[in-house]
């Protein structure tokens, strides 16, 4: 009686071993392997991480994650409660009602430049959800576009025009505001400096 309650414990024992190591081998090997690979084949960007090159071909960021752009030359992205740390993605647990986030909202609205005459659009005071939104509001662009031209010798009219092709490009909000991608417009901002020589 002994032996066969041994032997059948055994033999569960070793059916439920194989059955594990097969789960594994087709789940955690096979299966995710075939999805990458077929990834790779349909949508080979998209799989990669969407990565942004510049000219020399380095890869200089991704269209699906925000970066600090904090020079006035350039144009920057929604703030971030985890600085743009793509391993630690994720909003905020403070109270939105806190000192920590009207403090944030100051010192962001200071940053900015923005008063009570030209209020800063929502979407640059406040964080994502995820802290890596790469895309900010056709109205946070143009606000930033008066700082950004100045800072690089450009024209106005020049730098409105790069934001609207962006934005045409984006999806567009039932308030009939677009959105911009910060990292490629910034791109094509260092692209034309460089065509035209215009310092920034």
């Known amino acids: 009686m002994k ?6 414990t055994g033999a569960n024992l070793s059916a439920s071993l194989r059955i594990a ?3 594994i081998v087709l789940c955690g090997g096979l299966y995710p392997l075939f999805i990458f690979s077929f990834a790779h084949f349909v949508t080979p960007e998209s799989a990669s991480g969407s990565l ?24 920057w992205p929604r703030p971030s409660a985890v600085k743009y740390t793509a ?7 403070l109270s939105p009602a806190g000192p920590e986030v009207r403090q944030r ?17 929502a979407d640059l005071a406040t964080t ?13 662009a143009l606000f930033q576009a008066s700082r950004v031209a100045y800072a690089r010798g450009m024209a106005l009219s ?36 460089k065509t035209n020589s215009v310092p920034r």
């Open 3 to 8: 032996t066969t309650l041994m032997e059948d």
């Open 21 to 23: 190591l097969a789960t």
């Open 52 to 75: 942004v090159r510049n000219q020399a071909g380095k890869v200089i960021g991704s269209r699906l994650i925000a970066q600090a752009f904090t020079k006035p030359g350039y144009f």
């Open 87 to 93: 391993e630690a993605a994720g909003g905020s647990n």
């Open 105 to 121: 909202a100051a010192q962001t609205v200071k940053a900015f430049g923005a008063d009570f005459r030209r209020p800063l659009p």
């Open 128 to 140: 994502s959800g995820s802290g890596l939104d790469p895309l900010i509001t056709l109205r946070a």
């Open 158 to 193: 020049d730098v409105q025009a790069a934001i609207r092709r962006h934005a045409a490009g984006q999806q567009i909000l039932e308030s009939g505001d677009g959105f911009v991608n910060v990292l490629e417009l910034n791109m094509e901002l260092d692209a034309a400096r």
